[in-house]
């Protein structure tokens, strides 16, 4: 997979129409060398979210996990359900949409969904308790994500296949997993966590199971857990640039930079016009910083690193502008210019 400063999106974006949703992604991040992608659109309501779409691919292989609404969101269902039959509706919607716009598309569409750790700290069992408290049906639960998204990925290869699939496991709900910290029902207690070495196998294991050369995983948020995110064998690993510390993970993250791993790095998208311009300015120095701070060379920078935003964006076109305009000076840093 080929590097070179690109911009990529974090998933979710405001909106109802995929087909207008996929074309401001096509002309954003369309060209080289930006990294396009299957975006979600949870304003369409429940199944057009990351959680709906994803039970979506696992029940399109098992009724198992195949989920159904409730007050607080997501429970398994038993059996197929009219939301999951109204969420692969949608999903193959997004699809024909992809297929529309970037026929003949042949590099890299990376495809997101959600994780099986974060899934299983999601969903609700029919007793009300999250699936994260039984380990064994979260291995379950793992074994079918790597079934249905070689499915996933199949599809779109049929769809577009000259293209290169990459589908990026996001990991939000991770690092509270591994520490326990998933709450009960009651909020009196904490399931059981499921331990580093575990989690890395299950992620490895859907790795695995998708048949395709780069996967990628995020873990968005505070303190992620980079040995385990490691431990999945993904290609391309993802988390925010505000959680790194040289002094906590800088070794770790140095050398697997020297393994070859590629980074999507979380930073900010503000809009590149009038005085916020200086925002751009300064997250590329605090990029460019860090690097340094680590020990690496400047112009290794643009074949290591790329950025996505940390949060869905408000104004897409906006935060895609302020990415490219930050990704542009990165390359021009390796290249040792300051323009």
Do not use: K
């Amino acid at each position: 997979m080929i590097i070179d400063a690109p911009v990529t999106g974090d998933g979710e974006l405001p909106g109802t129409s995929v087909a207008e949703t996929v074309r401001v992604i096509a002309g954003e991040l369309g060209t080289y060398p930006h990294l396009p992608y299957l975006p979600v659109l949870p304003e369409r309501g429940p199944g057009a979210d990351a959680i709906g779409r994803t039970a979506a691919l696992l029940s399109a292989v098992t009724v198992h996990f195949a989920v159904t609404t409730t007050p607080g969101g997501w429970r398994i269902a038993g059996g197929d359900s009219r939301e999951m039959r109204r969420a692969r509706a949608w999903l193959s919607e997004d699809l024909d949409s992809l297929e529309e716009q970037f026929e003949g598309f042949d590099r890299a569409i990376v495809l997101p969904v959600v994780g099986p750790l974060t899934l299983a700290a999601s969903l609700e069992l029919m007793s009300g308790h999250r699936l994260v408290r039984d380990h064994g049906a979260v291995g379950d639960l793992a074994e079918a994500m790597g079934e249905a998204l070689a499915v996933h990925c199949a599809e779109v290869r049929r769809r577009l296949p000259s293209a290169v699939v990459v589908p990026r496991l996001d990991e939000g709900l991770l690092a509270a997993v591994l520490e326990g910290g998933i709450s009960t029902p009651s909020g009196l207690d904490r399931y059981r966590a499921v331990g580093g070495q575990r989690a890395g196998e299950l992620l490895a294991g859907v790795v695995t199971r998708s048949g395709v050369a780069d996967v990628a995983v995020r873990c968005a948020g505070a303190a992620p857990p980079i040995d385990v995110m490691a431990a999945s064998g993904a290609s391309v690993l993802s988390v925010d640039l505000s959680a790194l510390s040289v002094r906590g993970q800088g070794d770790q993250f140095g050398s697997l930079v020297e393994s070859g791993t590629v980074w999507l790095m979380g930073v900010g998208g503000e809009p590149v016009s009038g005085p916020a311009m200086s925002e751009v300015t300064a997250t590329v120095d605090r990029v460019t910083q860090w690097w340094t701070d680590l020990g690496f060379d400047p112009e290794a920078l643009p074949a290591s690193i790329g950025l996505l935003p940390t949060a869905p964006a408000v104004d897409p076109v906006a935060q895609f502008t302020s990415l490219r305009a930050v990704s542009n000076r990165l390359r021009n840093v390796g290249e040792g210019r300051d323009d």
